[in-house]
């Protein structure tokens, strides 16, 4: 089983950046491919970017290509998303989700989620 858990997340202004982290419990933290989704308010849970349990490959979503960048350690345990040049849409509830799934961009092929972390882009 992985335990996760989200922090970075606050209030920032559009153009700004922010960088959120993931803690995974366990020593399986590698097997394991790590996606980025977010919620906002009355609207379905969206893919932001995934990253294999090696960290060779990565994607991302259409919406935030070339100003989010996912990462990982595998030796400290962690999942990480710098969000550059930040946008008032950006603002929601960003989860960090664990998969045995490679390269999915599915919610529901991550068996594992973190309580989520608010951000907030204001205009």
């Known amino acids: 089983q992985v335990q996760l858990v989200e922090s970075g997340g606050g209030l920032v202004q559009a153009g700004g950046s922010l960088r959120l982290s993931c803690a995974a419990s366990g020593r399986t933290f590698s097997s394991y491919t790590m996606g980025w989704f977010r919620q906002a308010p009355g609207k379905e849970r969206q893919f932001i970017a995934y990253i294999t349990g090696s960290g060779a490959s990565t994607a991302y979503a259409d919406s935030v290509n070339g100003r989010f960048t996912i990462s990982r350690s595998n030796v400290q345990n962690k999942l990480y998303l710098q969000m550059n040049s930040l946008k008032p849409e950006d603002t929601a509830v960003y989860y960090c989700?664990?998969?045995?799934?490679?390269?999915?961009?599915?919610?529901?092929?991550?068996?594992?989620w973190g309580q989520g972390t608010q951000v907030t882009v204001s205009s």
């Open positions: 989700a664990a998969s045995k799934i490679p390269y999915s961009n599915y919610p529901r092929s991550y068996e594992y």
